[in-house]
């Protein structure tokens, strides 16, 4: 039988210039696969850990030899001699080697990687996509990528405070003429930006980072840049937002909103929202409160639930308990799928899996720390999510998941893309 024979590491670079985990599987029929490990900007507090050594002289802190010792070092010996066919018993044990809830002692970043690797090492084994692996036959659905083309927040230096702007081609027939139009749509708001004497300098997700005004003008922008490209906004292409709240909450719960110059409370903040929500084609709002404001967000949901996609990203951190706890009190109707953000694959299904069953969306998700690793792409047709986020048609951690998105659409026979099917009332 086909055996997990070696398991090391690599410290590698990420998007940011940062370092990050390459874990390598080697199976004994001669196999070898490997998978890098995204990082967060914008991080929820009840994440699992990412480990980094804390070395002040080294990567300023930021190096990750301690994740990588835990991978060549525990991991290995716990898991080397075992089937990597067996995805769920090998999470397991990653898990029960750790000892945490949150990969406090691993760290998230080593067992994530060595989950991803062996996950591809076993498709690659059985000459499968990974996608087929992981999903089997019903994985053919092509994501509708959300598309951040203006950042703010944490993600760029500018004045702009909600952190994502992105678009949402939603009336085209496949994957690839939708990535077509939002291609086109980004080139024609450089131009109009550039045209308005902004600085067309991209952020960590491909993003353009002007200084606006306030936080409606880049969607008056971006609308400006759906028209010129030729396309219709709302039914052709429509506006989701990531607001990234905790990043703007202060500790009375006001919410900061400094690029306006203003503060606002959850009810004023819900309100604005709105009146947003009334004026533009915006289909989908991400963190629109912060992780800990769970009566704002019921409120959120209450006004906007049955209109919009309600995101829940550092509210929900892709993990199943706390999924549960706001299906429960009827909190969001959306979850942003992170692997990094609970540590294993089995563990991201698990939490995909119930939120589809409670009617729940899902969005797979990159991080503003990437690579060239491919990995969301296959992932997110193996799920069946419907909804991808990966970043702008630039800089090519980004371009990359799109690429590999291009390239299953060939060779899904019959694969579907929802576009417009996605909200219809």
């Known amino acids: 039988m086909v055996h997990i024979s070696k398991i090391y590491s690599q410290e590698v670079m990420d998007s940011r210039g940062n370092p990050t985990i390459k874990a390598v599987v080697l199976l004994s029929d001669g196999t070898k696969a490997s998978a890098i490990v995204p990082s967060g900007a914008s991080t929820g507090k009840r994440e699992a850990l990412e480990l980094r050594d804390g070395d002040k002289n080294r990567f300023l802190g930021k190096g990750v030899l301690k994740a990588c010792e835990n991978i060549d070092l525990n991991i290995s010996e716990a898991l080397v001699g075992a089937s990597p066919f067996d995805q769920g018993l090998i999470d397991i044990t990653l898990r029960d080697l750790d000892g945490t809830e949150n990969y406090s002692k691993l760290g998230a970043n080593a067992t994530l990687g060595v989950s991803m690797a062996i996950a591809r090492a076993a498709a690659k084994s059985q000459n499968i996509p990974l996608y087929r692996y992981l999903g089997g036959a019903n994985a053919i659905v092509l994501p509708v990528p959300m598309l951040n083309i203006i950042n703010g927040g944490s993600h760029a230096e500018n004045t702009v405070d909600f952190q994502e702007y992105m678009i949402m081609p939603l009336g085209f027939e496949s994957f690839s003429e939708s990535l077509r139009a939002s291609a086109e749509v980004y080139q024609n708001l450089k131009k109009i930006l550039s045209e308005q004497k902004h600085i067309t300098s991209i952020g960590d997700e491909g993003g353009f980072a002007p ?97 919009i996609q309600l995101v829940g990203d550092d509210l929900f951190v892709t993990n199943k308990k706390i999924l549960a706890q706001g299906i429960e009190q009827n909190i969001a109707n959306a979850v942003l799928i992170k692997p990094n953000q609970i540590g294993t694959i089995t563990q991201t299904m698990d939490c995909v899996r119930l939120a589809q069953r409670n009617a729940y969306r899902c969005i797979m998700s990159h991080r503003s720390g990437e690579s060239e690793d491919s990995f969301i792409a296959d992932f997110a047709i193996a799920l069946n999510t419907g909804e991808i986020k990966t970043g702008s048609t630039a800089r090519s951690e980004r371009i990359a998941k799109y690429n590999r998105l291009l390239e299953i659409e060939t060779e899904i026979s019959n694969s579907e893309y929802l576009g417009a099917k996605l909200f219809k009332k």
Do not use: C, F, H
């Open 211 to 307: 200084n606006l005004k306030s936080n409606t003008e880049p969607i008056e922008v971006i609308l400006r840049a759906i028209e010129k490209a030729g396309y219709k906004p709302g039914s052709d292409i429509a506006i989701a937002l990531d607001v990234a709240s905790s990043e703007l909450v202060e500790d009375s719960g006001m919410y900061n909103l400094a690029g306006e110059g203003r503060k606002l409370s959850s009810q004023e903040l819900v309100e604005y929202y709105v009146q947003m929500v009334e004026k533009y084609p915006i289909v989908s709002i991400e963190d629109g409160l912060s992780e800990d404001d769970w009566e704002g967000w019921k409120i959120l949901t209450q006004k906007l639930g049955g209109k």
